[in-house]
Nanobody, 114 residues
Framework: QGLIVESGGDLVQPGGSLRLSCAVS????????MAWYRQAPGKQRELVAD???????EYADSVQGRFTISRDNAKNTIYLQMNSLFSEDTAVYYC????????WGQGTQVTDSS
């Protein structure tokens, strides 16, 4: 069970960029497939992107080409670089393993400022 702390969310204009961070307190962080999820108002939580131990990654169709997931195993941290943001990207963003097996953190809010 990892202790998760997400950060980096903010108000952002359409077309803008943000970088989210997720710090995890657990040993052998490098052994886990990690992922970003998001939950928009009135919708179910959905998978945004995941990253394997090798560094290979996968993306939801809705963010392919705009978002980039990365990890720094030395810092027990994963990142989500979000570019060309749409209003539809407004959501609370969470990180967890893939599939999600740990308790959820508080998430970080990304909001369209327009």
């Amino acid at each position: 069970q990892g202790l998760i702390v997400e950060s980096g969310g903010d108000l952002v204009q359409p077309g803008g960029s943000l970088r989210l961070s997720c710090a995890v307190s657990i040993s052998r962080f490098d052994m886990y497939i990690m992922a970003w999820y998001r939950q928009a108002p009135g919708k179910q939580r959905e998978l945004v992107a995941d990253i394997f131990r090798s560094g290979n990654s996968e993306y939801a169709d809705s963010v392919q080409g705009r978002f980039t997931i990365s990890r720094d195993n030395a810092k027990n941290t994963i990142y989500l670089q979000m570019n060309s943001l749409f209003s539809e990207d407004t959501a609370v963003y969470y990180c967890n393993t893939w599939p999600a097996t740990w308790a959820w953190g508080q998430g970080t809010q990304v909001t369209d400022s327009s």
